[in-house]
T-cell receptor, first 111, second 114 residues
């Protein structure tokens, strides 16, 4: 059974710092991996989608990497800003059109 | 130009009183999902439809049911809500995930059970 783990559960960093969020999954047979952002009391917004054949994706200050064989992904945020404060969720897609989420990392950027 | 719409955004119900949450989409996607998310937890998939084909997760309680009358709409019915059913309910849509497509989420409905 696929399980997704995110470490750390919470993170506080001063504004302007670069940071890395980690995600691991137990079954490497995935179609793709996504990083989502969730603001308090809101739905999820897809940030980056990495297909199983890809190694990384970039969007602005965000870079996500995927190492399928080791079951790991990282989300790198450059030059963090207070507006980046949110919960970041990692999710992997399996067969049957389903995706499995991690519990998320709650990020707080200190002004 | 909202793509996945959930109504209502907040729902208060009484213990045991049936409640229906609704989701609509303008994306014409084949797949629609219902997730339950409790505080500081990962979203938990309750069920999903591929077109009219219904797929129930093995651990989804019988108290939860769903209807998809057409491509655009999907409903979540909670027959007898308990205190433990208080949560955020998220609707999402996609084309086929195995084709490398992403999911699009609605803003969620927060359910409070008194």
């Amino acid at each position: 059974k696929q399980e997704v783990t995110q470490i750390p559960a919470a993170l506080s960093v001063p504004e302007g710092e670069n940071l890395v969020l980690n995600c691991s999954f137990t079954d490497s047979a995935i179609y793709n991996l996504q990083w989502f952002r969730q603001d308090p009391g809101k739905g999820l917004t897809s940030l980056l989608l990495i297909q199983s054949s890809q190694r990384e994706q970039t969007s602005g200050r965000l870079n996500a990497s995927l190492d399928k064989s080791s079951g790991r992904s990282t989300l790198y945020i450059a030059a963090s800003q207070p507006g980046d404060s949110a919960t970041y969720l990692c999710a992997v897609s399996t067969g049957d059109d389903k995706i499995i989420f991690g519990k998320g990392t709650r990020l707080h950027i200190l002004p | 130009d909202a793509m996945v719409i959930q109504n209502p955004r907040y729902q208060v119900t009484q213990f045991g009183k049936p409640v229906t949450l609704s989701c609509s989409q303008t994306l014409n996607h084949n797949v629609m999902y219902w997730y339950q998310q409790k505080s500081s937890q990962a979203p938990k998939l309750l069920f999903h439809y591929y077109d009219k084909d219904f797929n129930n997760e093995a651990d989804t309680p019988d108290n939860f049911q769903s209807r998809r009358p057409n491509t655009s709409f999907c409903f979540l019915d909670i027959r007898s809500p308990g205190l433990g059913d208080a949560a955020m309910y998220l609707c999402a849509t996609s084309r086929r995930i195995r084709a490398g497509e992403t999911q699009y989420f609605g803003p969620g409905t927060r359910l409070l059970v008194l």
